[in-house]
């Protein structure tokens, strides 16, 4: 669908918090608004089938291909209609009723009056290769995370990082596990990173934690929606606040060319005839499953990762000669209305053959880079739209040599370096800081404690403030005098804002996953 459909852009008011956006979004589909419906979706709904097509391997042979021997493939309808088609109204126990329109169940109260629905924010993701998670998809919408990562990174630092930004509309869950005891997160109003957030992040409002066994508090509030990080094969499909099946969909690389014609081609195989090119598994997480195949050296080792790791499904495309790596991070409403966040660039590394893993954003160039990722953004507001998805996203876009973009990365859910660019607007204005830089990669640590990060951000803040600003968003003490951490830097130049990561962040040695 191109970017002329019913999507459009708007700024983002520098002020709402994210819970906010999803709240409204609910309230608009309680009263039974929903997304506009154009002939086009209307047409798409009634061809599709009930199930997501399986991923084909290699792509199917209705492929042409071109002098050069790229290959355009052309799918299959995906089948995703269970959860696009309006399902029959069912009657509830206490004589309202559930509609369930695009996959938001609505209670209706005896009068037909439409409460909003209750629901929970959820920031924590799913595994497939963990037991000591808080969730586990083993059956249904498994996930690519070989090797695991250890708990920490996904019950503390990512949906702790969130959290920050999240505000008070709607609760947020977050775990109390033996391995992330409930003393890591900021509970009360006198626990050091909240105080850090209430004195570092102008519009920041203290978070509605919710921490009781999520699936007992569904079980016991049947009419919870839950905005999930990604699908959790625990929770029912009526407890997802969009189509579970959807959002598995579009979070797997086999949904790109679907989004879009900006994408890579697909190829039918990994052979020399087709290098370079690049192999990804479609449900990866963290960067990993990723693999330039320029040798049958290349080869042979992304099959043995493949073979050592349950033979995943996997796309294997183009490969883009990566002169600028950036991405644009939004909200997209039932209403049609796309929220701009902002963009943010990985640089490439002055004395290595890598791009860094921080992100980078130029306030002054925020309008510059609207422009030229709207159309991507629209693309993939539109296809999601499409399918009944609502919420948070973002896309990588990779450009080449001649200027030409192309999305490689679809992320249906909060993005990492989301938080900062909605704290952004607030910093700006009362700092004037024009540069920022977020830092999330877990190779990098500080060496004290937490409390001691903590207070030596406030104190730099308070002694810096002609000079840069820094906002820690996640904190964990992964051993004595080791603090792993997330944290976001403003400045007035990028040399200002590198020279502040230095005085934090000392490379830990562990990889890079966030």
């Known amino acids: 669908m191109s970017a002329t459909g019913p999507a459009h852009i708007i700024s983002y008011d520098g002020h709402t918090l994210m819970s906010t956006f999803a709240a409204s979004a609910l309230a608009r589909l309680s009263q039974k608004s929903g997304p ?3 002939p086009e979706k209307t047409a798409k709904s009634a061809e599709l089938e009930t199930d997501i097509a399986a991923v084909v ?12 021997q790229k290959v355009a493939v052309s799918y299959p309808p995906i089948k995703v209609a269970e959860t696009i088609a309006r399902e029959k109204t069912t009657e509830t126990t206490s004589g309202g009723k559930i509609s369930n329109e695009i996959g938001i169940g609505v209670s209706t109260n005896t009068d037909g009056s439409v409460p909003p629905p209750t629901a929970v924010m959820l920031f924590e993701s799913p595994s497939t290769s963990s037991s000591v998670t808080s969730f586990q998809n083993t059956t249904n919408y498994l996930l690519h995370d070989y090797p695991t ?17 999240a505000g008070d509309a709607l609760p947020v869950w977050v775990a109390q596990t033996p391995v992330t005891p409930l003393h890591d997160y900021p509970q009360t109003p006198v626990t050091p990173l909240l ?10 409002k203290k978070p509605n934690y919710l921490t009781s066994d999520l699936v007992a508090h569904v079980e016991a509030n049947p009419g919870t929606k839950v905005l999930a990080y990604l699908p959790l094969e625990q929770l029912p499909s009526a407890n997802h606040a969009v189509p579970p099946k959807v959002h598995y969909h579009l979070a797997g690389k086999a949904a790109i060319p679907s989004i879009s014609p900006r ?26 499953g990723i693999f330039v195949i320029k040798t049958d050296e290349d080869e042979r080792k992304m099959a043995e990762f493949l073979e050592a790791t349950g033979r995943p499904d996997y ?33 490439k590394l002055e004395f290595a ?9 130029c306030i ?16 993939t507001a539109n296809y999601m739209l499409s399918l009944g998805y609502w919420g948070f996203a973002g896309i990588d876009v990779l450009f080449d040599r001649s200027g030409k973009g192309y999305i490689v990365d679809v992320n249906p859910r909060v993005t990492g370096s989301m938080p900062a660019l909605v704290a952004t607007p607030g910093i700006h204005e009362k700092y004037g800081f024009t540069v920022g830089k977020f830092r999330k990669s877990t190779k990098w640590s500080y060496p004290g404690t937490k409390e001691e990060l903590l207070a030596k951000a406030d104190l730099w803040n308070a002694e810096n403030q002609k000079k840069g600003h820094v906002v820690l968003f996640s904190v964990h003490e992964k051993k004595e005098k080791c603090t792993q951490l997330n944290i976001a830097v403003w400045a007035f130049s990028e040399k200002d804002a590198q020279e502040i990561f230095d005085v934090f962040c000392q490379d830990g040695g562990e990889g890079g996953r966030a």
Not at 195 to 204: A, D
Not at 353 to 361: C, G, L, Q, V, Y
């Open 57 to 68: 391997k290699p792509p199917p042979p209705n492929c042409v291909a071109s002098d050069d």
């Open 315 to 347: 796309i294997s495309s183009e490969f883009v000669d990566i002169q600028r790596n950036l991405a644009c991070h939004f909200f997209v409403d039932p209403s049609g209305e796309v929220t701009w966040f902002g963009y943010s660039e990985n640089m």
């Open 195 to 204: 105080e850090h957030w209430s004195r570092s992040i102008p519009i920041f």
């Open 353 to 361: 053959p890598h791009w860094s893993s921080d992100s980078t954003f």
């Open 263 to 288: 994408s890579p081609a697909l190829y039918p195989s990994t052979s020399a005839a087709f290098r370079p090119c690049v192999v990804k598994v479609t449900h990866a997480m963290g960067s990993l």
């Open 149 to 165: 990562s250890p708990p920490q990174y996904w019950s503390v630092m990512r949906p702790v990082r969130y959290s920050a930004m």
């Open 364 to 379: 002054d160039k925020q309008d510059e880079m609207r422009e030229l990722l709207a159309p991507y953004a629209l693309d």
């Open 36 to 38: 506009p419906v154009t």
